[in-house]
């Protein structure tokens, strides 16, 4: 079983439209949470990082449901620019504590 | 500012050859990773160093070597290259442990034929 699960996706949606991910992890003591996103053929590069109180950086929103061990993001009025793949991270405390990252979601926004 | 940078950027090998890929980071960070990435699979972690002179294995680090001899330097050797190792490959940097954020150099293109 993969520690940290997403839906590959496509997600297609229209500018404008609020799109939400989901990512849930599988060990319990896991404590850093991150999404990163990745454009195409590039490096990930760090989004937002995750607290348990959820948090928001302008048009991202990023929740934590330990109980239920899951991560969302949720974009708003999306962008053409907002097309890249989403990779939810989380801390792997069997393995170093070392990050594992998850396969991605892919995003495309359409004009 | 450069932030990690790594070299080569594309390579080809026929199997059985070596190769060393460099991963230098100008943020004078302590930590330093080695990553592949294969479609459907995500990023997994092959190496990583929590400082110079110290390396520990990540999840797949079968066939691959790694020395981090200098604080600012992270190299990776494949001794034998096989076709399961055509891959890209990312270096990443961090100040410290899983609660800071890795900063990724543009990665490697490696195909093994």
């Known amino acids: 079983r993969k520690e940290v699960e997403q839906d590959p996706g496509p997600f297609n949606v229209p500018e404008g439209a609020t799109v939400a991910f989901n990512c849930t992890y599988s060990n319990s003591a896991s404590q850093s949470f991150f999404w990163y996103r990745q454009d195409c053929r590039k490096e990930p590069k760090l989004l937002m990082s995750v607290y348990s109180s959820g948090n928001e950086d302008g048009r991202f929103t990023a929740q934590l449901n330990r109980a239920s061990q899951y991560i969302s993001l949720l974009i708003r009025d999306s962008k053409l620019s907002d097309s890249a793949t989403y990779l939810c991270v989380v801390n792997d405390v069997d393995a170093g504590n070392m990050l594992t990252f998850g396969g991605g979601t892919r995003l495309m926004v359409k004009p | 500012n450069a932030g990690v940078t790594q070299t080569p950027k594309f390579r080809v090998l026929k199997t059985g050859q070596s190769m060393t890929l460099l991963c230098a980071q100008d943020?004078?960070?302590?930590?330093m990773y080695w990553y592949r990435q294969d479609p459907g699979m995500g990023l997994r972690l092959i190496h990583y160093?929590?400082?110079?002179?110290?390396?520990a294995k990540g999840e797949v680090p079968d066939g691959y070597n790694v020395s981090r001899l200098k604080k600012q330097n992270f190299l990776l050797g494949l001794e034998s290259a096989a076709p399961s190792q055509t891959s890209v490959y990312f270096c990443?940097?961090?100040?410290?442990?899983?609660?800071?954020?890795?900063?990724f150099g543009p990665g490697t293109r490696l195909t093994v034929t």
């Open positions: 990443a940097s961090s100040l410290a442990g899983s609660g800071y954020e890795q900063y």
């Open positions: 160093s929590v400082g110079e002179g110290t390396t």
């Open positions: 943020m004078n960070h302590e930590y």
